[in-house]
């Protein structure tokens, strides 16, 4: 380091070593660094962001950093290859990618503003530039448990704790559509099995996105009710009421309710995700034992908007079902959690004109419905 200039110094980020794509150690610009935390602190005190998202802008400006190693910010545009090249020979999704060129952009603009003459050769063309590469569109099926593969898991034999605590645990995410951070840092207090509610409050220790806060209920599935009332009734003579629903077992998979109450711990980003890496392998082995396939936790909340729409007859109804998963807008839960997959669409399309007319809604009742609709957005 004896020939950099000392303000090119280079850190670890966060006191770690970093390994790059081509596994050699990665060291951080100290200034990079610095315009980096600078940028948090401001996202997090002016606008207000979230903890969730500030883990989320602080991954995606790792990122940035390590492609640009110990070039200077302020050289971002001549570096080769480009960063959506760089993003592009990476592991992430697509969608991971488009989010962290959405920071970066975000990030440039800002050093614009607020540095205007160290980033005066950042032209604003490039920053509009950062985009993912475009690659030929695929047809993406969203995966989701249907209401038969939920039966199949719910007649597993649950002997243990462990597994009990997993069959509940996708019960209680197909019944409610809960994203599984919410669900993890869910108290007892906060669900009410009689009148089938669930308070989802930041307030009482939820993590939910954005801090979001609703009261939202849960579907009347049977088998899948009975299953989360036993489970409830459990939990509730063995752990006081601020315990997670989904509680720590010991390792002979006994209640552990010292370690289960909702506090800032259980709250915090890592503590959360090694509840989400354990919930990940109970359901595993459920769906193991029921011969259903294993998807993923939020699989559940898919299929609790698929069987929300397709049973939904009316405008309200289709709200319901949106504001229940606590979207601000049925297009959001109609575009993005309810696609059809191929064998549905083809037997959807296939039906159309077979009916009985009489089964149908004439033209102007459909009008009316949505004129109302429309004049509830008003």
Avoid at 177 to 188: C, D, E, K, N, Q
Avoid at 285 to 309: I, M, N, Q, W
Wanted: hydrophobic share 35%; proline share 4%; glycine share 4%.
């Amino acid at each position: 380091m004896s020939n950099l200039q000392a303000n090119d110094l280079q850190v670890y980020w966060q006191g770690r070593s970093i390994k790059g794509l081509s596994e050699k150690v990665v060291m951080i610009n100290r200034r990079n660094h610095q315009y980096a935390e600078n940028f948090l602190e401001f996202q997090k005190e002016v606008k207000q962001n979230t903890r969730g998202t500030l883990d989320l802008y602080s991954f995606h400006l790792r990122t940035l950093l390590i492609w640009l190693d110990a070039t200077p910010l302020t050289q971002s545009h001549v570096i080769k290859p480009a960063f959506p090249v760089h993003l592009d020979n990476s592991s992430n999704t697509e969608q991971t990618n488009a989010k962290i060129c959405q920071t970066a952009r975000a990030f440039f603009s800002w050093l614009k503003s607020e540095y205007p003459l160290q980033f005066s050769t950042i032209k604003q063309s490039w920053i509009l530039g950062l985009k993912p590469i475009a690659k030929p569109a695929t047809i993406k099926e969203v995966k989701y448990y249907s209401l038969d593969e939920m039966k199949q898991l719910a007649a597993v034999k649950a002997e243990t704790l462990i597994m009990k605590r997993a069959q509940a645990a996708a019960a209680f995410l197909y019944l409610s559509g809960m994203r599984a951070r919410a669900f993890l840092t869910l108290p007892i207090s906060c669900v009410d099995i009689e009148r089938r509610t669930v308070q989802q409050l930041p307030e009482s220790g939820v993590y939910t996105k954005n801090n979001m806060a609703a009261i939202t209920s849960l579907f009347g599935v049977p088998e899948l009710i009975e299953i989360v009332s036993k489970w409830h009734e459990l939990i509730s003579k063995h752990c006081p009421p601020n315990s997670t629903w989904y509680p720590r077992l010991n390792n002979i998979g006994e209640f552990y309710p010292d370690e289960n109450t909702v506090s800032d711990r259980n709250k915090s980003y890592y503590a959360t995700v090694s509840r989400y890496n354990g919930l990940l392998s109970s359901l595993r082995d459920l769906c193991a034992a029921a011969g259903v396939e294993y998807k993923s936790p939020h699989a559940f909340r898919h299929g609790h908007v698929h069987l929300g729409l397709s049973n939904s007859k009316t405008l309200a109804e289709m709200k319901s079902v949106s504001l229940n998963v606590m979207h601000q807008s049925l297009t959001i839960t109609d575009t993005i959690y309810s696609r059809m997959n191929a064998k549905e669409l083809n037997r959807t399309i296939s039906n159309i004109g077979t009916a009985d007319p009489k089964e149908n809604l004439s033209k102007d009742e459909m009008i009316r419905l949505l004129l109302k609709y429309l004049k509830d957005y008003e």
